[in-house]
């Protein structure tokens, strides 16, 4: 009976049109009324501490440091970097997606500032190359979503507060899986483009390469830093954000000198905006999830799951199923911040790493971010690359194929992931 109040009070509110955050409270006042629990304040009092969270505390500032280092330059000199390794090679402009997008997400954390940052780049670029303009788009779209994988990821960041577990192990675990995203789209890319007549780059020197480096070198020592710090404990996530920021601030501003101090403001605005939305979806699913917990959902859900939880792979692959359609309906946040909580309990009865379950849950939410008909990321490059919303979707399905082959190799080989992560630990 809960489960089944639960969703028809969460789908309900969406089929009315409510957003996602206002749907979440709808269902908390649902599970309220049906446990004899209903109080205001009780509501109120829950909405407030689901966002009163130190480690949330680093959503706003990698937002930030995506904003600054997108306006200050720092993107457009990895891109430039990139063309001169890679550019020449057949196909080469989309190994210069694929790359750019895999260093600039160890950058930003954000699959939408990515992708929109890469489709402004690239997109102008392979069309007069002759390459297919919905392949493209579908490619960098698909690129963009190594983001949330690789550290530093808001993504991570949600998943380990609402599942309380540890974010910097998330972080570090993810870096293997999040590079082993750009090798699959590599590979995927190679075979689409092996009769491909478009026009490569002409070949850079070593003198173009070093200089290329060069000037790229202070955006990519970011990376490294943060990574450095969270392996040897200098500062912790929400600390590692603040100074990506101020770094990206500095280099941006002092530096580089593309950022002029005027456009600060906008971009603080920008970046409070997409947090407030964040925050206030986060504050709202942990309504829900309080209610969760004290109606005994996950209880429910493990009874009916109990034949999986002696074969944790299979119980996996069912989870990663019903993330897959949920992803096609939702957001990557709301999704996190709904399932978690429901699916963490089962995930703990069958024996399953958390912070392995947290790489594979969120691999597959960053898909979900490129399924239509929702995908946020191709309607991102979409508006941006000035395409219709089906030639992104006729152009990523190889990849996104791909990328789910992938994620399910991980389910059945789970030292790809564990292994790594254990000696960046």
Same mark, same amino acid.
């Given at each position: ?10 789908? &309900?509110?969406? &089929? ?84 750019? &997008? ?12 990515? #992708? ?12 007069? =190359? ?16 190594? #983001? ?6 808001? /993504? ?21 899986? /999040? ?37 790229? +070198? ?19 996530? +929400?600390?590692? &954000? ?22 600060? !403001? ?18 709202? #699913? ?40 949920? /992803? ?6 709301? +999704? ?38 929702? /995908? ?5 490059? #979409? ?14 399905? !190889?990849?996104?194929? =791909? ?23």
């Amino acid at each position: 009976m809960t489960i089944a109040i639960f969703l028809g009070a969460l789908l &309900a509110a969406m &089929a009315l049109g409510l957003p996602i955050a206002f749907s979440l409270l709808v269902t908390g006042a649902a599970l309220m009324w049906q446990l004899n629990l209903f109080d205001p304040q009780i509501l109120a009092q829950n909405l407030i501490e689901g966002a009163n969270s130190f480690p949330l505390l680093a959503v706003p500032f990698f937002m930030l440091a995506g904003e600054i280092m997108n306006a200050g330059g720092l993107s457009r000199r990895i891109v430039h970097f990139a063309m001169t390794l890679v550019g020449h090679l057949r196909g080469g402009l989309g190994y210069v997606a694929i790359m750019a &997008a895999v260093l600039m997400g160890a950058l930003s954390g954000s699959a939408v500032a990515d #992708a929109a940052a890469l489709a402004a780049l690239l997109l102008p670029v392979m069309n007069r =190359a002759g390459y297919d303009r919905a392949r493209s788009a579908g490619l960098i779209a698909a690129g963009s979503i190594v #983001a949330p994988i690789i550290p530093p990821s808001i /993504g991570f960041v949600i998943f380990g507060v609402t599942a309380n577990v540890s974010i910097s192990k998330l972080f570090l675990a993810g870096i293997v899986p /999040g590079l082993m995203l750009g090798a699959v789209l590599a590979c995927t890319w190679w075979w689409l483009s092996r009769g491909s007549s478009a026009t490569p780059t002409p070949r850079a020197s070593r003198a173009q390469v070093l200089a290329a480096l060069r000037d790229a +070198t202070l955006a990519l020592v970011l990376p490294l830093i943060v990574i450095a710090g969270l392996k040897f404990g200098v500062f912790t996530p +929400t600390e590692a &954000a603040v100074v990506a920021a101020v770094y990206a601030l500095l280099i941006s501003t002092l530096v580089y000198r593309e950022l002029p101090w005027r456009k600060l !403001p906008g971009l603080f605005v920008a970046a409070a905006q997409t947090t407030a939305v964040i925050m206030f979806l986060v504050a709202a #699913a942990m309504v829900s999830a309080w209610l969760i917990t004290v109606a005994n959902l996950p209880g429910e859900l493990i009874s009916l799951l109990q034949p999986l939880l002696d074969n944790p792979t299979l119980l996996l692959m069912v989870i990663m199923v019903i993330t897959m359609l949920v /992803g096609t309906a939702m957001d990557m946040t709301p +999704t996190i911040v709904i399932l978690t909580p429901v699916f963490m309990p089962l995930v703990k009865a069958a024996g399953i790493d958390p912070v392995y379950f947290g790489v594979l849950f969120m691999i597959n939410n960053a898909i979900g971010l490129i399924t239509p008909p929702v /995908g946020t990321v191709l309607s991102t490059v #979409a508006g941006v690359g000035k395409l219709r919303m089906d030639e992104v979707t006729r152009g990523v399905w !190889p990849f996104m194929l =791909a990328q789910f082959a992938l994620m399910f190799l991980l389910v059945l080989f789970p030292s790809l992931v564990m292994v790594p992560a254990r000696w960046f630990y």
